[in-house]
C-alpha cells in the first residue's frame, strides 16, 4: 500500500481523536438547558471522557501486540461510533456521559497505534519528520477544535457538534478500512536490511 496513503489516512485519524476531546465544549451551555443538567453533570462529558480515554490506553499496547494493530485500531473506532450514536440519540444525562466514555476508550487506540503504524516499515530518515508532522497535526487539531465546535453550535445548534463527531467517526472507520495496511509492515515497504527500515515494533519494544 502506498506509504503516503497510509500516512494520509493516519493523520485524519488523528484529527478526529483531537477534535473528540473538546469540540463538545461550546455545546455545553445547550447540554445544560436541554437536560436540565448541573454544570458539573455537563462537565463530565469532558472529564469522563479523558478519563476513559487515559484507562483504555493502558491495554491496547497488549492488545494490539495480541490481535494486531490494525484490528485494534478498528475495533476502538467502532466503539467510538458506538459512544458517539448513544450521545446522538441519549435521552437523558447519564446515557449521554456513558456515551462520551465509549468514545474516549475508543479512541484511545488510534491515539496509541496510530503513531507506530505510521512509522513502521519507513526508512530511519523518515521516522523523525513523519513523527514530527503527525504531532503537530494533534497539536493543531486541538488548539482549533474548540473554535470549530463554537461554529458548529452557534450555526446549526448545540446538538450538531455531536452528529458531526457520528459523521467523522464514520469517516474514519472507511478510512481506516482501505488506507490501513494489514499486511506486515516491513514487507509492504519493500524493506530487506536493518539499514532500510526499522525491525517490527512492538508496543513495548519486544518482538
Given at each position: ?136 497535526i494533534a ?37 481506516a478500512v ?16 536493518e539499514e ?12
Open positions: 500500500m502506498n506509504s503516503k496513503i497510509v500516512l494520509a489516512s493516519i493523520a485524519l485519524i488523528v484529527i478526529l481523536a483531537e477534535a473528540e476531546i473538546d469540540i463538545i465544549a461550546p455545546s455545553l451551555p445547550g447540554l445544560m438547558r436541554h437536560y436540565q443538567a448541573s454544570a458539573f453533570e455537563a462537565e463530565l462529558a469532558l472529564s469522563l471522557n479523558l478519563i476513559a480515554h487515559a484507562i483504555a490506553g493502558l491495554w491496547v499496547g497488549t492488545l494490539a501486540d495480541r490481535f494486531g494493530r490494525k484490528n485494534i485500531l478498528l475495533l476502538g473506532i467502532v466503539t467510538f461510533i458506538f459512544g458517539s450514536a448513544l450521545s446522538v440519540f441519549a435521552h437523558n444525562i447519564p446515557v449521554l456521559l456513558l456515551g462520551r466514555i465509549l468514545q474516549g476508550a475508543g479512541m484511545s487506540a488510534p491515539t496509541v497505534i496510530g503513531l507506530l503504524i505510521a512509522i513502521e516499515g519507513v526508512s530511519k530518515a523518515k521516522q523523525e519528520s513523519r513523527m514530527a508532522m503527525l504531532n503537530s497539536n493543531i487539531s486541538l488548539a482549533f477544535t474548540p473554535a470549530v465546535g463554537s461554529m458548529i453550535a452557534v450555526f446549526f445548534g448545540w446538538h450538531a457538534n455531536f452528529q458531526f463527531l457520528l459523521i467523522f467517526g464514520a469517516v474514519a472507520l472507511l478510512v482501505y488506507g490501513v495496511p494489514t499486511m506486515d509492515a516491513k514487507r509492504a515497504a519493500g524493506c530487506v536490511t532500510q527500515c526499522l525491525e517490527p515494533i512492538t508496543m513495548y519494544g519486544v518482538n
